[in-house]
């Protein structure tokens, strides 16, 4: 069964720096893309960075230059570097994969629970 388990989220002060970890595990046979999104109180889910497996990256407006994606293909494993927070940070982070599963053929997208990122003094 796969799982998404994201790990990292916390309280942090404005400009300060955290860094988010999500492992996929179980049964992967590939993995695609991969990417965070977030939800902050009252507003919808929406995307924060992504990557492709060579690489590849794009970033909401509203966080580049500060947040910075990453893989490590050996680890089935994204982070999201984020530093110069803000409040308006403030979310659950939900990180999410684009995979193919052993013994199938059709890639599918999980995500995980998400961890919460508090930014606030």
């Known amino acids: 069964q796969v799982q998404l388990v994201e790990s990292g989220g916390g309280l942090v002060q404005p400009g300060g720096s955290l860094r988010l970890s999500c492992t996929a595990s179980?049964?992967?046979?590939?993995?695609?893309?991969m990417g965070w999104h977030r939800q902050a109180p009252g507003k919808e889910r929406e995307s924060v960075a992504a990557?492709?497996?060579?690489?590849?990256?794009n970033y909401a407006d509203s966080v580049k230059g500060r947040f910075t994606i990453s893989r490590d293909n050996a680890k089935n494993t994204v982070y999201l570097q984020m530093n110069s927070l803000k409040p308006e940070d403030t979310a659950v982070y939900y990180c999410?994969?684009?995979?193919?599963?052993?013994?199938?053929?059709?890639?599918?997208?999980?995500w995980g629970k998400g961890t919460l990122v508090t930014v606030s003094s």
């Open positions: 179980g049964g992967i046979y590939r993995i695609n893309d």
């Open positions: 999410n994969a684009d995979l193919i599963v052993a013994g199938t053929l059709a890639g599918m997208a999980y």
């Open positions: 990557i492709t497996t060579y690489g590849s990256t």
